[in-house]
């Protein structure tokens, strides 16, 4: 196995970035972790924050960028039981995967679903890990209830509203084109608004006979935050993964108080190995049969070479992707 491999450096973090192929020392597994031989990996919006200097590493974590990954195990931590070299897994990590080697926590490893392909199968760990946390273990979502996911044709959006419209629950949610609201009721929402067409409170409470929707997953933030809350219904739960309008709103808390609402929100990144374990063992019995059988499959917006980063960041930046952005590394 080689020292050294291929893996994306941040040359100037900052506002334009500039992502180089260059070489780097390949890591070692300690304890329970897994090195995995990395096929793909996938972009997320937390990528894009790190290489402008905006959202660091977490302390002990790798500084490659890459948030998840698919692969074969090459290597075993002394402590690692769960795998075996070979096998092959997608990952949920806490960086590193934009590189030909990553290490991984084994509780944060799931199998890449049969006929799954590599490219595929990197598009599954964060937004399943964050779809499942966020709605099941926060919101509570329960059998009968209807959840309004924001931004539903990015990979979480596209992955929140394909799973839980499997599990029976009336999805809504709200896109910026017709092209992408399209996407997202062929996914199965049962109401896809266009947020640049129309008011995505007034369209909910048409589309739930007044009522408002359960539970709510937004990624925006900034203004949403008190219109989210009108959007809801009594009980209602909303929980904030993202604030890319801004954290900051002003909310008359006599409103929540009165109709019972609930406020949070979560992020992935910093949980604890035991934590991402949870949540990957609920993955494992409850989704992961679901992929199995073919009902979910990822929505790939399109892949890159692992040296073509800096164009994968460009056009996630620019917003008109829809589902999930790939790189490859099968070239390397």
């Known amino acids: 196995m080689p020292q050294m491999m291929k893996a994306i450096r941040i040359d100037n973090p900052g506002p334009l970035p500039r992502l180089t192929l260059a070489e780097e020392q390949r890591p070692k597994p300690t304890g329970a972790e897994i090195l995995v031989k990395v096929e793909a990996a996938a972009l997320n919006r937390a990528d894009l924050l790190q290489a402008q200097g905006r959202y660091p590493a977490p302390q002990g974590a790798s ?89 539903g044709s990015s990979g979480i959006g596209t992955t929140a509203i394909a799973l839980f419209a499997a599990l029976g629950h009336s999805v809504l949610t709200t896109a910026g084109t017709d092209e992408k609201c399209a996407l997202c009721e062929r996914l199965g929402a049962s109401r896809a608004i266009n947020y640049n067409e129309e008011d995505f409170v007034r369209a909910v409470k048409d589309a739930t006979a007044g009522k408002g929707v359960d539970v709510i997953l937004d990624m925006v933030g900034g203004a949403y935050i008190a219109k ?17 309008s801004g954290s900051k709103a002003e909310i ?51 892949v890159f070479r692992l040296q073509d980063a800096g164009a994968a960041h460009a056009r996630m930046a620019a917003g008109v992707h829809a589902g999930k952005i790939i790189l490859s590394l099968e070239d390397l």
């Open 63 to 151: 500084s490659i960028l890459g948030l998840e990954a698919a692969g074969t195990v090459a290597e075993l931590g002394p402590d690692a039981r769960e795998w075996q070299r070979g096998d092959r897994v997608c990952v949920l990590l806490a960086g590193g995967g934009y590189a030909q080697y990553c290490l991984a926590d084994e509780g944060s490893a799931l199998p890449v679903p049969k006929d799954f392909s590599m490219l595929e199968a990197a598009a599954l760990p964060e937004a399943y890990f964050t779809v499942w946390t966020n709605i099941i273990d926060r919101a509570h979502l329960a059998q009968g209830e209807t959840l309004l996911v924001h931004g």
């Open 228 to 244: 989210n809350l009108q959007a809801l219904a009594v009980n209602g739960r909303l929980v904030n993964i993202a604030y890319q």
């Open 252 to 302: 008359d808390f006599l409103k929540v108080m009165l109709r019972r609402l609930t406020i949070t929100g979560s992020t992935l990144r910093i949980r604890s190995t035991a934590e991402k374990r949870q949540i990957r063992d609920s993955l494992k019995e409850r989704v992961w049969p679901l992929l199995e059988s073919g009902r979910l499959k990822p929505v790939i917006d399109k």
